[in-house]
């Protein structure tokens, strides 16, 4: 019995490693994502919730400027050759979080979120 439990308790523990950040929130919905007043209560973290569907279902990596400006909109902060977009709270305290798009030669090479 011991035995048994243990090894349901490693089954567990193993599948939520496996599964991290494989299990969305909320649907990417891309015209949520660009009309969502994160300031009101109910939309504090619409973003957040939808960042895994946004990263499992689109392949952003290889997307040019303007296909990423059509999925996600151009209210981001663009600083050189990357776009910030506020993501809102990530229901860890007072956390917000945001999605970094890195281009090059008006590429995206790389995808980031950051949360603090």
Same mark, same amino acid.
């Given at each position: 019995?011991?035995?048994?439990?243990?090894?349901?308790?490693?089954?567990? #523990? @193993?599948?939520?490693?496996?599964?991290? %950040?494989?299990?969305? &929130?909320?649907? $990417?919905?891309?015209?949520?994502?660009? +009309?969502?007043?994160?300031?009101?209560?109910?939309?504090?973290?619409?973003?957040?919730?939808?960042?895994?569907?946004?990263?499992?279902?689109?392949?952003?990596?290889?997307?040019?400027?303007?296909? #990423? @400006?059509?999925?996600?909109?151009?209210? %981001?902060?663009?600083? &050189?050759?990357? $776009?910030?977009?506020?993501?809102?709270? +990530?229901?860890?305290?007072?956390?917000?979080?945001?999605?970094?798009?890195?281009?090059?030669?008006?590429?995206?090479?790389?995808?980031?979120?950051?949360?603090?």
């Amino acid at each position: 019995m011991k035995k048994a439990i243990t090894l349901i308790a490693i089954a567990i #523990i @193993i599948s939520g490693f496996v599964l991290r %950040g494989k299990i969305s &929130g909320e649907k $990417f919905d891309s015209k949520k994502w660009k +009309t969502a007043d994160l300031t009101l209560e109910d939309n504090a973290s619409l973003r957040w919730d939808m960042m895994n569907s946004l990263r499992n279902n689109y392949d952003l990596i290889g997307m040019s400027k303007s296909e #990423i @400006i059509t999925l996600l909109g151009n209210e %981001g902060v663009t600083i &050189g050759n990357t $776009f910030r977009y506020y993501l809102g709270y +990530t229901h860890t305290g007072i956390n917000t979080g945001s999605l970094i798009v890195t281009f090059d030669n008006g590429i995206v090479s790389e995808i980031s979120v950051w949360q603090g």
